[in-house]
């Protein structure tokens, strides 16, 4: 599903050249839980924005579902984006303007989907992860595992083959994340989600078939 | 989408209900502005656009001269209108027009008209003025027929049918019949009547001649296309009709009647506008949209930092580039469709207002018309649009890594644009200022200056020959009153006189003629106007008694001229008294004074040449009170008047009043640009406080560590408003040399001035220093007294 081959990023800061990520050659299988690991620094972060192609490598190359990414034009690469990738944030980042329903509907929004289905969509979501109580609510009227939860739906909405999180139980206490993790178990077996997550907890990581742990931008073997 | 964006875009204006307030109000002000000058600049280019044969139709503009100067304008003599329809197959049909005034009475109703206009008969056949009653085709055939306007009916008749009726006109009480009653004219016509009497009631306008220039002309042509091969064949025909020889020659210039009000350089029946005018006021309205507009952007581009969390998740979440622009704008279109709906509530509220001062009938109903409308829309959309599109490009092109990490900080760009706007803003208000205090010293001075005449507690009324012949009389009748001082009669007052005559000394030859200005006064007009004798003694009444021989030629005339004239004459004023002198060449006579120069005309012009000489003419009596019990005495005079002069209405204006109205385009020029400089200046504040508020709540941290550190609330304060007082100095120094240019272009026009005094743009500096002080501390002084626990907590 995801094949990186030799990507290298870094950045320029006067004269120095700080690489963020080095050599890196990684291969996911469709199906797969991998959790990548590594102390504060080492890229893990770099690479899930590449792999969710939010930021682009200086050097490398990168093929999603068999599409090489970096030869796409703009608007394929964003259509292939939009229907196969959803994003978790350690911060939540709900719309503080938008109520629960809302936030969940909006990415449906940026696909052109029909009211109607739109609706039937978000009703289902909401059901699934049991909070249609809460569908008139503000973000700042939610505990922070609730907004997770909400964030996760909204990620899931789209019905993406990949979900990416990035810590995504940082800012929960473990029972919280415990949930969230317990749910990412259940999509990833059930309905055959690849997930992607960092994590600084052992114990969380341990959720993934697969662990990679980086350092200074590289893969440890 | 539509909802979301809309409830989005809702929400967030709720959220910033502070800046929304200040964009909204901003631009409603500017959309206001516009609206309002909008309706008077559609009412203005309409002129006479209701006229249905407007466009075949010009009037006559007479240019001749005798030798030496060429004079120009709208007078044409009464041959002009019968000649050119019998020698031009162009011509459809000719009219002649006199704007006069007249006193009108019927029964116990007296009144002195203005826009009292004789017309020839097929002015109802030329003109777009549909009669209410009457036949228009005989309404004005004959003399002594009139027709009113309905509210002229109404003053005089009040609900009786007037046809038929007979009013009595001029000091001779002549019987004119009504004979059609007419709309009352449309304020967009340039041609303005009160009444219309028939052009053969004029006895000496009968004879035909190219030498009474006192008349309008219009022309009806066949065909609109024909005005260039008309004005082509007209100076041959004026030769033949001159004879070859003549040296004095006569020319006439066509104008298309619809052009009359914006472009020509003659008044119509009231003074015309001009094309300039209405592009200074567009050019104003678009200023003050501009500066409601940077305001927005300034507060869109300061305030992204919040929203740009919001930018990184929509793009996270799949959203393009242009589907976050656009709806960003349609965030800024919401604004500004709120906006417009209050414009239009404000507009329903000053209108009345603005059409009582400025004389208008503007009715915002003419909004709803197709190419207003289209305007107006045009107007929210580009507005929308310009100021949403920087703010929203700025938004949009956030990315959404940097956004979402936390690691973005507030980024150096836009700032230079930010600053670049305010000081764009603060420009134009202090260019404003600065005009508006060079405008109100000149119009001080105007209104403050020794003239080297008395213009107070004077009263100033129109008389005619039948009051002349009785004058002597009259005056013992009023001074009977203790409040009255002196009366006295003249041709002009002194804050005008107009006639243009010729002197000469002895010793000059009778082909040398100096131009002066000359009034016909009695032996109390320098004691009634205060003017202060320098050399040789006042007139006496002898002086006016010695004009009554038959033969002009015989009479020895006695004078008093001013210094100027004096001069002209190659004489002292010491000197002068005593010699012997010409007015024209038929009043030989010897000056008998010198007064000091005073300005007997507008300020714009300089001093001349000026004679005062004691023929037993008049058409104004001046009437010096005391000052004390004004209102009593001017009852009593009311009622004397009654007395002795009952066949016109008493009716009396203040000298000095008089005097100001020379400058009442200054002076509407001078309200003008104050109301657009506190516009400006509010604006500009509106957007610098919301800037600094911006500021303050960004440098929050900064705040809390520096009182951290022992900063007083004071020190705060400076440092939040630092940035922004050099900013205004800035813009000061920038619109300095601006405002003074344009200002001493504009007094250059007077030949009596006020300096630009250095004060002036130090007073302006400093208020544009002194409100950004105080708009900024608002907002400072809240964020320097919070307490720097909770600030520092909160990072």
Redesign the interface.
Known sequence: MIQLEKIFKWVNAGNNRTFLLKDINLTINEGEFVSVMGPSGSGK?TLL?II?M??EPSEGSYHFLGNDVYKMKEKQR?QL??ENIG?V?Q?Y??????TVY?NI???L????IKSSERQAIVADMLDRFNIVGKKDLFPSQLSGGQQQLVGVA?ALI?KPKLLLADEPTGNLNSKQGEEIMELFRQLNQESGTTIIQVTHSEKNAEYGQRIIHLLDGRIEK | MFTNYFKTAFRSLWKNRLFSGINIIGLTIGISCCLLIGLYIKHELSYDDFQEKGSRTVRVIMEYSFGENVTKGNFTSTKVAPAFKKNFPEVESAIRLYDARNVVKYNDRLFNENGFVYADSNFFNMFTFPLLSGDPRTALQGPDKIVLTRSSAKKYFGDENPIGKTLAVGSNARPFVVTGITADCPSNSQIKYNMLASFSSLGPAQEETYWNANYTTYLLLKNEASIASLQSKIPAFMKKEMGETSKTYILFHLEPMKSIHLYSPYSGFEPNSSITYIWIIIAAALLMLAIACFTYINLGTASSMERAREVGIRKVLGAAKNQLFYQYIGESFLLCAISLVLSILVLLITLPYFNQLADKQLSIISLLEPVPLALTLFVLGSVSFLAGSYPALVLAGFNPVKVLKGSFKNTRSGLFTRKSLIVFQFVISVFLIVCTFVIQNQLHYIQHSKLGYNREHTLIVPMDQKILDNIDAIKTGFKTNPGVLNISRAMNPPTKIVGGYNMRNATMPEDVQINVKANPVDEEFIKTTGLQLIAGTDFSRQDILDLGKEVQEENIYHYVINETAARQLGLTPQQAVGQKMFLGNHRPGLIKGVVKDFNFESLHTPIGGLVLFPEPRGATMLIKLSGQNMQQTIASLENKWKELIPHRPFDYSFLDEVYNKMYSSEIRLGKVMSLFSGIAILLACMGLFGLSAYAAQQRVKEIGIRKVLGASVINIIATLSKEFVILSGIAALIAFPAGWWIMHKWLEDFSYRTTISAWTFILAGALAVIITIITVSLRAVKAALANPVKSLRTE
Not at chain 1, 93 to 98: A, K, S, Y
Not at chain 1, 109 to 112: S, T
């Open positions: 972060s924005n969710g939010l930021d964003s984006y939009k994003f944030f911060a980042h709900l719309i503080d303007e938008l809302e509907e909006t990415p929004l940026y696909q052109n909204r789209a």
